[in-house]
């Protein structure tokens, strides 16, 4: 379940603390640049698992598809909303939900409340308002791995990931037939670098889920970190595929894997795929676009991907130093080198 917007922080305490750091120290230099695209590679996908409701969009040249008309989603109060698998937002007080910027075409809409049975609804294409009554549950299995997910969404330590973990086996022991849950363990056994256990959750997901564009996914996740690049991109693919091409998650994992291999074209390519269908929501991919035209000298183009970021997230926990990213590249382009 991929997740979108940085409206607040999801970086981890000491990731934040690393970017500021760099920052107070870098005085401007090439190496805090390299610094701070390192940090953000590495947190990248780890971001899109996270989620508040979308920022407001504006129309941009990198690649975006245009705007529609709003969708509003009403249903239980504090109720999470993904779209095509695609974590969208959390409905206020009332239950409602508005999504200012959507794909054309058919849709699939996932609604979870705590307490409440999760529930799948279709969008016919043109719909643009959508009621669901979710149903109250006393199913054991559901109401544990509501709190694993919630609790893997809040952890910024291992000791919290480690009660995460914990929480996803109990659902498991009261239903191991629970691909969701095996491929949310899968995701908190890559953040504590178990990684062979974190792929026998996925291959447990597959037993009763074949085709799982999220578990081809986080395999590639997996694999990528394991420094097995080329497993790492036949996952990528598989999920890309089975998704009939909609997964954003992959589209940057293949992105990162081209982007150290020096493709630097395909890497551009597989970040605007992943920024279109994830409808501007997740500034953090506009960092990563910025950084790979950084690296073929195409100042103009890294500006404008900075500059959407800082669009989409004025306040977020990178803004103070892609503002000074913005400011060196401009100094490089007249001449006007700093010297640290």
């Known amino acids: 379940m991929v997740a979108l917007a940085e409206g607040r922080s999801h970086f981890r305490a000491s990731d934040g603390e690393a970017a500021r750091k760099i920052l107070k120290y870098s005085n401007h230099s090439v190496l805090f640049r390299m610094n701070l695209n390192r940090i953000v590679i590495n947190l990248a996908l780890g971001i899109l698992l996270l989620a508040q409701p979308a920022l407001s969009q504006r129309r941009s040249s990198l690649g975006s598809p245009p705007a529609s ?125 178990k990684s062979q256990e974190a792929l026998a959750e996925i291959a447990a997901a597959r037993r009763n889920r074949p085709v799982y564009p999220e578990a081809s996914a986080v395999e590639g996740r997996i694999q990528k970190e394991a420094a097995f690049t080329d497993e790492a991109i036949l996952s990528f693919r598989r999920a890309i595929r089975e998704a009939r091409g909609f997964q954003p998650e992959a589209h940057v994992g293949l992105a990162r894997v081209f982007e150290e291999q020096g493709k630097l074209d395909e890497a551009i390519d597989s970040f605007k795929k992943a920024l279109a269908q994830l409808s501007d929501a997740e500034p953090v991919i506009y960092q990563l676009l910025g950084a790979a035209y950084e690296k073929q000298q195409k100042f103009k183009e890294a500006v404008a991907a900075y500059e959407k970021y800082l669009a989409l997230a004025p306040n977020g926990s990178l803004a103070p130093a892609i503002r000074s990213i913005i400011d060196q590249l401009r100094r490089d382009a007249e001449g006007h080198e700093i010297i640290p």
Do not use: C
């Open 69 to 193: 008309s709003p969708l509003v989603i009403t249903t239980e109060p504090n109720a999470i909303i993904w779209i095509d698998d695609i974590r969208r937002g959390v409905t206020d007080a009332s239950g409602r939900l508005e999504l200012k910027k959507m794909l054309p075409g058919r849709h699939s809409v996932r609604i979870r409340a705590s307490g409440f049975k999760e529930a799948t609804s279709p969008l016919p294409p043109g719909k643009r308002s959508l009621a669901v009554k979710l149903l109250k549950t006393n199913d054991q299995a559901e109401l544990l791995f509501q709190q694993a997910e919630e609790a893997r969404e809040r952890a910024r330590d291992d000791q919290s990931r480690q009660k995460a973990a914990e929480l996803y086996r109990e659902t498991l022991r009261l239903r191991d037939a629970f691909p969701a849950a095996h491929v949310g363990l899968a995701r908190v056994l890559l953040d504590l670098n």
